[in-house]
């Protein structure tokens, strides 16, 4: 492939991803129920946490991954090799640029779910399962 095939696709990808993204949001939005009168705000930092599972859950089968490749060769060890091979260096890598997005998408859903109104919470679960989906699949 030369460069200017890899630039087409890449184009072609994000036209496709933006558009996709725009019909998911839109449609979830049309068919998840509303929430009909202004919630406590226990309520809504509640309501954060729990959409908050399934990405937590994919990061926490990310580190069972890597520690199953860990069992039974040298980077059992870490003070003795990082990783032992390419792939695991690169599961490294995804694993710990994950942990910082994670973090800061958690802080970002939780100051959402106070500060915008009530009308526009049915966002959150949006938010949680398909920008994280978004996310990892940019970063594979």
């Known amino acids: 492939m030369t460069q200017e095939s890899d630039n087409r696709t890449v184009k ?4 496709l991803g933006f558009v996709g ?3 998911v949001f839109v449609s979830f939005y049309s068919f998840l129920p509303q929430v009909a009168e ?3 705000v226990v309520e809504r930092l509640k309501l954060a946490i729990m959409c908050l599972v399934f990405p937590v859950a994919l990061f926490f089968l990310m580190i069972v991954r890597i ?3 860990r ?9 003795k090799c990082e990783a ?4 695991m260096k690169v599961d490294l890598r995804v694993l710990s640029n994950t942990h910082e997005q994670l973090m800061i998408f958690a802080i970002n859903i939780l100051a959402l779910s ?3 109104p009530y009308q526009l919470l049915s ?6 399962c398909w920008s994280r989906h978004v996310l990892d699949r940019l970063q594979a």
């Open 84 to 87: 032992n091979t390419e792939g």
């Open 12 to 15: 072609m990808g994000m036209l």
């Open 67 to 69: 520690g199953s490749q």
């Open 21 to 23: 993204t725009i019909v």
């Open 38 to 40: 202004e919630v406590v």
């Open 114 to 116: 106070v500060l915008i």
């Open 71 to 79: 069992y039974g060769n040298p980077s059992a060890d870490p003070t």
């Open 123 to 128: 966002l959150l679960p949006i938010f949680c």
